[in-house]
């Protein structure tokens, strides 16, 4: 079994930043493939950023340019670096996991919640 940890959120201006931290219980960071999620109240969960096994990055196009996805093997966490953030970026974020894309459900975090509002 796989723990996912995520720390970082919280409220912020708009135009300001964030980093949110997912930590994993068992080293799979750098073997798995990692994205970050979201959900607003009423609204389906999305994804936002991914990076895969071999380390290639994808991002939803609300998204791109201004959120950054990276990992740090050492220390077996996953980062999404949030910069110009938008209100309609409110939500909860979470982690994900998957060893096959395709191959499961994967494993999720508990979700850490961002607001972003003057």
């Known amino acids: 079994q796989v723990q996912l940890v995520e720390s970082g959120g919280g409220l912020v201006q708009p135009g300001g930043s964030l980093r949110l931290s997912c930590a994993a219980s068992r080293r799979i960071v750098s073997s798995y493939h990692m994205g970050w999620y979201r959900q607003a109240p009423g609204k389906q969960r999305t994804l936002v950023a991914r990076i895969t096994r071999s380390g290639t990055m994808n991002y939803a196009d609300s998204v791109k340019g201004r959120f950054t996805i990276s990992r740090d093997n050492a220390k077996n966490t996953v980062y999404l670096q949030m910069n110009s953030l938008k209100p309609e970026d409110t939500a909860v974020y979470y982690c994900?996991?998957?060893?096959?894309?395709?191959?499961?459900?994967?494993?999720w975090g508990q979700g850490t919640q961002v607001t972003v509002s003057s």
């Open positions: 994900h996991a998957v060893a096959i894309i395709g191959g499961g459900d994967g494993y």
